[in-house]
């Protein structure tokens, strides 16, 4: 009913999208995967009109339509789950549900919020959400948040004739396991009501939900496997093109690490965020943190940076316990941190790529407050070598780079300025291939030169490709370590089974 | 989709938006330096009288140019006091308290101590510059602190200077006459008078402190991503603290410039600095939202406020017409340097 025939975008620079066969059928759980950068969120803002698209058709029950706006969209039926919540959270369940569409219960220019109530309380019964509709948004949790999210495009319903699609980008991103069971049943009972497109980095739920599967690499479909053929082995072969082999993680430079204990947690527990968590970190070592979004991973790597101090237990860095937790004395201690936000807490854009590099160790470079210019300069361009970042030259805008090249300059933050605990968060996220491969050539030799590195990965066949040793936590618990050789890893089935 | 687009080299344009934002403000005042002249030669050509473009300007003089400078110095420090908390990506709107005090202050100190550059009373200047730092660094503790707003806190510490100006003058205006300390205005080097190199030296302290000071980078630092300075071990808190007092140091040498000028220190010393300052700052070209810009920028601001107020008087312009000009000037130069794809709303 819904169909994407020959659907091309162009941006400057990139063809996002080519030559795009796309179709939902009525009641069907149409599953979209592909790697950051295959054109999945191209393809989605398409469908619910936020892009136009250069080239092809889009038709409904076979009539061409063309949609200029998300508001056109909707009113054809088709609606969009956003990942990064849409609701306002100080306002109230019901006001959320309706926001745009409050005229159906004003008269004389007043709301009869009775009305609406009771409406909202209609749609929610439709996602089984039990809740008094003039609760403020923020009070509500992330699934129950999720569910209203849900319940506000299944207004739609009552609006559109005809079918409805709805699309569900990363659904699962903040659902703990027994969330993402209830919000799957109630998919498919939804069905009924109307066709989804569920987009997912998580390839097994996509597996278990999906009717068919739209494969997509470099903005092009290049596979649409069935749920009864579907093999995650070789979707995922298809996503990246190529064997996800251990030549691309360099496992073949992995060394054994040293005896040097440079971190060393003991039993260490930050309010609900994590609990008696315990693990050393050795000179050398590649230590992976693996569990769901928000099993508490990434607050164990601010505990270590010092942003956020431990409510129990103690924390050692080089020997020496610390006492008072901030971001000047994990500096200090030689921690760096790669956070997953570059542009936010990566790099500062505005500053150029010497600047961000002694943003850490400006003291080094600097007499009583003055800084020397000429020697942060050369150490720039040393390291601009080193790691052969593309830039003209040091005195160039960093948020000018390109993502490999920035996550490039913030590593040489680090490491020129001694680091040697490195956290790496989410590195890769958003590199390209070519990227990421320069990324985990950086891993291999930071190891080589003597730090240890804390990494919290992209996907599971990272963290295994990269690591020496890795710690599943699963709701701020300490699960399973597996220890790696290369040759003698642990599966991604082997985590998954406990991380959720 | 992320970084798809940041791989491939842009193609070369002459025409960026950064260099259209980098230089416009320094292009505005040289048509606007070319176009008062212009409108004095229409008027003489009209009346049938001779007039030779540029050569016989009554703006375009080294009088004229010297009358700018004198008007322009101490709102050029104010200004440069106020760039480093905008690129912080605070704003600081106590000036005019602040110069106020510091003049009424630095003229009561000096009346007492003797009266002359020349006795003990030269203490008054450094202290008045203690004063404008204490006032500077209460605004910084309130503002970080207490956690209220930097544009709130600073408006309320400018009402308890101007308040605290008026306490101590009882409403008086204050005579300061030592002919030594008057010569900022009175002696006259190459035409100009001395407190427009007073100024000049001022600039290039700024100019170091923002370039070569490692309290310089952490202003951009803290400005361009505060998340971040604050992940890379800098102590955000400590950067905004300095940040204001330096502020209200330039503010009392403003003040100390401004009571030099008329010789005369009062409550109303202050009057008019914060809409002409934050206006030279921003049509300077300083992101009102952090990170970008400079003291040079806030140079070419003051002097196009001044210009265009000058200007405006040679040709004859009525004065009320002056700040119309002036806040439309303001909204044009932030649409101009506001780049309004990534910013879709505005509180």
Redesign the interface.
Known sequence: MYELRQVDKT????H?LKAVDFKVNRGEIVGLVGE??A????LMKVIYGAYQPDGGTVTIDGTTVRFQNPRQAMDHGIGMVFQEQSLITNLTVMENIFLGYEAQFVSLGVINWKAMAEAAKQQLAKVKLDIDPATITSELSFAQRQLVELAKVLTLEERVDGDLVILLDEPTSVLAKEEVELLFNLVRELTKRASFIFVSHRMDEVLELSDRIYVMKDGEVVDVVAHDNADMDAIQHKMVGRDVDKEYYREQKQKPYGNEILLSFKSVSQGRRYQDISFDLHKGEVLCLVGTEGSGREAILRTV?G?DAPTAGTVEIKGQTIARFN??T???LGVG?V?RERK????????NVY?NMT??Q??NY?AG???R?GEEKSLARDWIKRLAIKTPNENKDCGG????NQQKVVLA?WRSGGSDIILLDHPT????IG?KEDVYEMVREMCDAGAGIILVADTLEEAIGLSHTILVIKDGEFQKRFDGTPGDKASPYDLVHHMI | MVDTTAGIAPRARFLTRERIIKWAPLLVLGVLVLLFPFFEWLEDVRAGDAHTYLLDSRFFSIRNAARIGISATPALMVAIGVTFIIIMGSIDLSMEGTVSVCAVIFAFVFIAWGGTVLSWAWLAIPIAMLVGAAMGFINGLVHVKLKIPSFMASLAMGFVGTGLALLLTGGDRVRVEDPIFRSLLTERWFNFPVMVYVALVFLLIAWFIQSRTTLGRNFYAVGGGEELAHASGLNVERVRLMGFTLAGVFFAVGALLAVGRIGIAETATGNNFMFVSITAVVVGGTALWGGIGGVWNTLVGVLIVNVINNGMVVIGLPAFLQDAVLGILVIIAVVLSTDRRSVSFVK
């Open positions: 941006f400057p620079g990139v996002a950051n950068g054109g999945k969120s191209t940076f942003l971001a000047r994990g500096v200090d941190y956070p936010v807490e990566g790099i500062v854009a505005g500053m600047e943003l850490s400006m003291q600097a407050g003055v800084l210019v780079l390109s993502g490999g933050k996220r958003g590199l390209d990227a």
